[in-house]
Structure formats: C-alpha cells, structure tokens
C-alpha cells in the first residue's frame, strides 16, 4: 500500500501491510488480522505510544530473561510477521531459544514460521513435536521437548488463552506483551507488558544490552 509517511495513521497502516502480507506469505493466520484488530483498538487508548508503566515491566522482563537458565521465546503467527528481525535479535541478546508455538494448527505455516525466522538471521528455531504442555486441549499443549518443556523463562507475546496457566502449574515464570490488560494471558503473567509489540522488543533489546554492561 502506498502511504505517504506524512499520513497521520503511517505507522499504523504499514504495520497492517505487515499482517496482511504474513497472511499471503503463509505465516500469518487468518485470523491474526482479527487479533490485530483487537489489538490496534487497545494501542488507540493508550495514544500508541509505550507507557510509563510498560516501561517499568520491560525493565523487569530484562532481569528475568538474563537470570534465566533456560529462556525460550514462544513465536507465533503475528509476532512472525511483526517483528521477526527484531525477535531473532533478541533471542541472540538474551540468548534464548526461538520456538514455534501457534494456536490454529497447521504443520506447513509452522515451518514456514520458522523459515522467515531464519531469513532473518535466526541459526537454530525449534518446532512442536509433543504434548508436553498439561491441562490443555488444544495445538499448544505441542511443544519442544528443548525449547519450552525443558525453559523456567517462557516469553509469549500476542496470546489470550489457557497455556499462560499451564505453563505456570510446570512451574516457569511467564512474562507476555499484550495491549488487552483484561487477556487471560495478560492477567495471569509473571511479568505482563501492556504495548504494542512493534515497540516492546526494540527496548527490551535495549534494556538486555544495558544490563549487560553494568
Ligand atoms: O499464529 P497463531 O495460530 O498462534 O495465532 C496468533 C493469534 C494472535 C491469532 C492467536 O494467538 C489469537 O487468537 O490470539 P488472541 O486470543 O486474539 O490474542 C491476541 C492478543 O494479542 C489480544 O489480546 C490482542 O489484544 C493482542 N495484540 C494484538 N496485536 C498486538 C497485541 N498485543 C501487542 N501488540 C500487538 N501488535
């Protein structure tokens, strides 16, 4: 779509561009653009801009991520086309392991995830191979018996569902970036980021490295 950058909703429309063209490419479930939509409403109230609260819970998240032994990061249809640079980036800062873990099942857009992870500079990222994850019905109880069965630290941005709570009951600290407060997932986090997750990464980066030079 050919926006002018002096359009008053610019980076709101390139960041739909985003989703739309996960969903031609294959990465994007269908319905990730009715997620994203949720999810613009949300970013609208807040004034689209990272809060000071959300600031506070990034710096956190930093903490967690670097203290962790076994950090994963949870990677589905939407943070795939949003963010993928961006996401690899982090997985090599922390370092943490990058895992496919998506919600409407299907095998091809899992490897397809996890090839556009790889275009963008990711060595390694695991796929779901059993259902490891208990309590659950659904595709996310498949995980990586190396990625998020065996991590303390899960990070899964975009997600209002039941896994959040299961992953707790195996005893890993969850931390997620969700502009809906009232998600299940953002209510029940260890750590919860109330921002849109085109802005969160970019400081959680930033937060890693300082941390890394104190
Ligand atoms: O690729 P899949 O199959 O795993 O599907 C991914 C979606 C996102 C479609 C799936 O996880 C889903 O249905 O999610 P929900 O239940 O709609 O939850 C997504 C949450 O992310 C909602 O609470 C949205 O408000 C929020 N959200 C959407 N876009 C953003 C966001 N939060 C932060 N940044 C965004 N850009």
Known sequence: M???????????LKTRDLIVEGVKKGITSQHGLIAHGRGEAFDYIIGEKTTTKAKQQIKKAAVLLKAAKHPIISVNGNVAALVPKEIVQLSKVIPAKLEVNIFHSSKTREKLIAKH???HGAKEVLLPTKPLVKGIQHNRRFCNPEGIAKADVVFVPLEDGDRCQALKKMEKKIITVDLNPLSRTAKEANITIIDNITRTISLLIKEIRSLKTK
């Open 117 to 119: 992870l790889k275009k």
């Open 2 to 12: 050919a926006v002018p950058p002096s359009h008053p909703r610019y980076t709101s």
